[in-house]
């Protein structure tokens, strides 16, 4: 369960299951399918362990930083 405001749309797309983050009832709702269809989100948490979370890890980060700073050096 995740905001579907800013980046987090973009980024967890069909992995996750979006709220409106200024609406209680909207969170409710959302927190309440989770339970209800819990064998579904199950598979999507699964698959987002497998190929969403390897994609954004500090190492990958931090090589990435590094290599932006040594092409700006040269």
């Given at each position: ?21 200024t ?28 190929e ?23």
């Open positions: 369960l995740t905001s579907k405001e800013g980046a987090m749309e973009d980024i967890a797309r069909s992995y996750a299951l979006f709220t409106d983050p609406s209680i009832q909207d969170i409710e709702e959302k927190m309440m399918r989770l339970i209800t269809e819990r064998s579904a989100y199950t598979m999507k948490a699964r698959k987002a362990i497998t969403l979370i390897p994609r954004y890890s500090w190492d990958e980060a931090g090589k990435k930083y590094y290599q932006l700073y040594q092409s700006q050096l040269q």
